[in-house]
């Protein structure tokens, strides 16, 4: 009998490891406090080696086809122009991914086939769990009570679950950036570019196209956090109109587009540090796990290859203890490039005075010139192919009716040929 598996978290981290524990023939429920799958968020980037992962599954070229259709990243000054230009075309993956997809297309992307091997449960939580030798017992919110061989919690950065079974352990690195999430209507003049405006007192925005009619933006400073992500979405809206009200550039019409948004969000950033991932039958995957906020770059990749790597552990292990332990062998270092970014990085990328936004504006003229910019693009985002890719037994691709393999199965042809990839050949994997 398989064993029987629940995931807490339904976002990309917990479908991506549903999606692999499914193929791999584990039981698997996921459960998940929205609703409904939810949809929109903004602009996220899958890099390295979870476009592998994503390619393992064959959902690579399914993927680049919901691209936002981002072909670079622009600084710009207070009349739009640009300062620095960093395209894809001259440097590949730097501020802007060669592959840029909105957070909900791709969860979704991802959903959909696992829940053909999971059972999902939506507006529900975990409200207690209890572990001994031979399993868990979840008491869920809805009043539902049900036994488990193991728990997966791959919520956000917040996880009640965590803090239930790990309490006291969290660490929280502040990156001290306030910054707001929304999408406004997208115009002809907009173009495919992001575009970065900083002012002082270390404000800014940017902008960032979307595969649709909307425009998403980042607004937010640069400043020690204080409570600002514990008000009401009308307060922090406020906050936002007295820190931009009156700055030119496309602030008016940014500030406008955020009144009428239905898709507001506030974050104050953080990285999630964790001593250890497991606690007993209980693991850590995702955000709840290793938060490494969107400066890292490679936030969305990090949770598509903890997936994978975490479902190919239990299915090649002996025990959960055996799997949970090489689980974080392997990841702990991969997450600790994605997180290893200093802190001063967005004091200077967030100036506080004009003489700051001087020299950040020469650096990034300087830094976009044909010598320099795709060595000075990777300061931007983490080495997303620092890992060795474990490769795991291919589990059997699901045929349709006609005995074709179904569309978005797993590929069979798991070890990759794609030129100086750290992605392990048959004749290389590592045995972990």
Known sequence: MPQRILITGASVAGATTAWWLGRHGFDVEVVEKAPAFREGGQNVDVRGAAREVLRRMGLEAAAQARTTG?????????????????????????????????????????????????????????????????????????????RYDLVIVAEGVGAPTRERVFPGETRSRWLDITIAYFSIPRTAADGPFARVHNITRGRGATFKPGPDDRLHVYLGQQKTPGDEAQWGPARQKAWLHHLFDGEG???????AG????????????????????????????????????????????????????LAGELA?????????????????????????????????????????????????????????????????VRDSEAIDLPDYPAPPAPRDSDGAVASGQVNSQLPSNRPGSKVNSPATANPR
């Not at 550039?249 to 500030?255: C, E, G, N, V």
């Not at 709840?288 to 936030?299: D, Q, R």
């Not at 062998?329 to 700051?356: M, T």
């Open 70 to 146: 981002e072909r670079g990243t622009d600084w710009v000054n207070s009349g739009d122009r640009p300062i620095a230009r960093f395209a894809v075309d001259d440097i590949g993956d730097g501020p802007t991914a060669e592959l840029e997809i909105l957070r909900g297309d791709i969860a979704r992307l991802i959903f959909e086939p696992a829940a053909r091997h999971a059972r999902f449960r939506f507006g529900d939580g975990i409200a207690a769990l209890t572990q001994d030798a031979d399993g868990v017992d979840v008491r869920f919110e809805s009043g539902r009570a049900a």
């Open 249 to 255: 550039w496309q602030f008016p019409r940014i500030l």
């Open 258 to 309: 955020m009144d009428a948004t239905d898709d507001f969000y506030f974050d104050v950033l953080r990285q999630v540090k964790m001593p250890r991932w497991s606690n007993g039958r209980v693991v850590l995957t995702g955000d709840a796990a290793w938060c490494a906020t969107p400066m890292s770059g490679i936030g969305t990749s990090l949770a598509i290859v903890g997936g994978y790597v």
């Open 316 to 380: 090649r292990s002996g025990g959960h203890r055996a799997a949970f332990d090489s689980y974080e062998r392997i990841l702990r270092p991969y997450v600790q490039e994605g997180q290893n970014f200093p802190k001063l990085l967005p004091r200077l990328l967030w100036p506080h005075s004009a003489a700051g936004l001087s020299v950040l504006r020469g650096a990034m003229r300087l830094a976009s010139t044909p010598l320099v910019r795709k060595t000075f693009s990777r300061l931007f």
